[in-house]
């Protein structure tokens, strides 16, 4: 049975009933903003242009001349509508050279771009540069390239937004810094470090999805145990559809059963004021008298005794009735691995013990650690092609902490630990992560602070277990910067408890 309520469509379309206009008037700002810039790139890129006889002069925007014999119509055309210097270059000079001229330009303009780039990283306490090479500050795993041209990327797009802190300090609240930030330091404590480096490029060549705490977000499918989860289904898409669409705290959201089916009510629509008109006297009311300490009955002033006043009108708030109340969305959601309808399992081996809202593991030494092998030993999943990751009745949203990661494949990989938070309707398997209503970065913020429990033990656990199976090749990270990382990514708990509390 599935609720037309709980799909993402129903969530989103709420937001578009102005629920949430403020987030839905930043979408549209993001998606007018590069269509600005584009603008501004394709400014007129030549000054003058002329065609005498079949000599084609072009006069380009920095005041050099170019010209062509033997041009034709076609060429002055091409001239008039091209939209940057490269086109002009492409119509003035001859096949060959302009294919490798282009080639050179824009390899020259790619480097120059990254090289600015990492400048601008450079000022920040972040990041550490050596050369070319991008750290993030008390690290000594170097960011991947595409890793460090993201984060040139967001820098870049904080560095025009208006602000009055210092500009590090802005930055440490854009949830997409931060994200991209704890993602590495969790990285850095994988002890293999092309595993990290391939989960960014995996990441990044299929459905891009982290949390704010750094987790990736990924898909598999599972087997239901038993036959009807539905309020699984329906408790786990409410509260992560409420934070990552609409952005608001389950806390305030309760869940009812009315005429069979599950309904979900905002605080605001559990009562309604009742206006009421009234001629009864408040003060006796209606008695006309009232009595006293001793029981003594004393006369009523305001009605002068006749219990009633003129007309007025009062409101009480009144319960609606929403059917039988199952119970607040937060705490359901909490209780979930308890309930014994939430149970599943893996298709491949029928042992493992898959709840929603409870990790699902395996033994770390039993993984074998692998960027190749995906029919390997580990825990699979995918960040969207859904039907990679076994077979089974139902698809589920997981959190993965990239410190879990085993090996990465083309369209698949595996860990050692994954949290399930939510089933997935059939028909959304294949677009949730790709749709950007629904935002990721808000999602699980209690398995950062497990995570976080005891951390540096271990990370420091992992590095050693590793270099107990091989003997060549260990990577080597010291205690110091195992104790940096881990307080780096502390941070986020003081945060997190700050956000809970404060998120409406
Ligand atoms: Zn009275």
Redesign the pocket.
């Known amino acids: 049975m599935e609720h037309k309520f709980l799909s993402l469509d129903w969530f989103k379309s709420r937001v578009e009933n102005s629920i949430d206009r403020v987030i839905a008037n930043k979408i549209e700002n993001l998606i007018e903003e590069p269509a600005v810039k584009e603008q501004k790139i394709y400014e007129k890129p030549y000054i003058g242009i002329k065609l005498v006889n079949d000599t084609l002069t072009v006069v380009l925007t920095d005041g050099s001349v170019l010209s062509k014999p033997s041009a034709t119509e076609e060429d002055y055309y091409a001239i008039l509508h091209a939209r940057d210097e490269y086109e002009i270059l492409a119509v003035m000079a001859s096949h060959q050279v302009v294919a490798d001229q282009k080639a050179i330009e824009a390899e020259a303009a790619r480097i120059k771009a990254l090289q600015q780039g990492i400048e601008s990283l450079s000022v920040l306490p972040d990041f550490t540069v050596e050369g070319t090479t991008v750290y993030l500050t008390g690290t000594s795993r170097s960011l991947p390239q595409l890793l460090v041209e993201k984060f040139i990327e967001v820098v870049d797009i904080a560095a025009n937004e208006p602000s009055d802190v210092p500009f590090q300090e802005y930055l440490n609240q854009d949830d997409t810094y931060v994200a991209l930030k704890n993602f590495f330091m969790w990285c850095c404590l994988n002890p293999r470090a092309e595993v990290a480096h391939e989960l960014y490029r995996f990441l990044n060549e299929n459905s891009f999805r982290i949390t704010r705490q750094g987790f990736v977000v990924a898909l598999r499918n599972v087997v239901t145990l038993h036959g009807s989860p539905e309020l699984v289904h329906f408790i786990s898409n409410a509260y992560n559809k409420v934070k990552a669409v609409w952005k608001k705290n389950p806390d305030y959201y309760t869940i009812f059963l009315e005429h069979g089916e599950y309904k979900l009510v905002h605080d605001s629509a559990l009562i309604i004021p009742e206006t009421h008109t009234s001629t009864t ?10 009595e006293d300490w001793d029981d003594e009955p004393i006369f ?10 003129e007309p007025y009108t009062y409101t009480v708030d009144v319960p609606v009735d929403h059917g039988t109340k199952i119970g607040g969305l937060t705490e359901l959601y909490l209780d979930l691995p308890n309930r014994e309808e939430n149970r599943f399992t893996d298709d491949w081996t029928k042992t493992f013990d898959i709840r929603i809202g409870q990790v699902t593991s395996m033994p770390m030494e039993k993984c074998n650690w692998s960027t190749q092998d995906c029919a390997a030993a580990g825990l699979h999943f995918t960040a969207d092609q859904i039907h990679y990751v076994g077979c089974g009745d139902q698809s589920v949203i997981v959190l993965i902490n990239p410190m879990k990661v085993v090996g990465i494949g083309q369209h698949k990989g595996r860990c050692y630990e994954y949290l399930p938070i939510m089933t997935v309707p059939r028909e959304e398997a294949t677009r949730i992560l790709h749709d950007g209503m629904f935002d990721t970065l808000q999602l699980d913020e209690d398995y950062a602070i497990r995570e976080l429990e005891s951390l540096a033990e271990k990370a420091k656990e992992g590095f050693a277990t590793e270099s107990k199976k091989y003997e060549f090749n260990m990577p080597a990270i010291s205690a110091s910067e195992i104790n940096t990382i881990v307080s780096n990514l502390n941070d986020m708990k003081a945060k997190i408890v700050n956000r809970v509390v404060t998120i409406k």
């Not at 009523?300 to 006043?309: L, R, S, V, Y």
């Open positions: 006297c408040p003060e006796c009311e209606g008695e006309g008298q009232y009523c002033e305001e009605c002068n005794g006749e219990g009633e006043i």
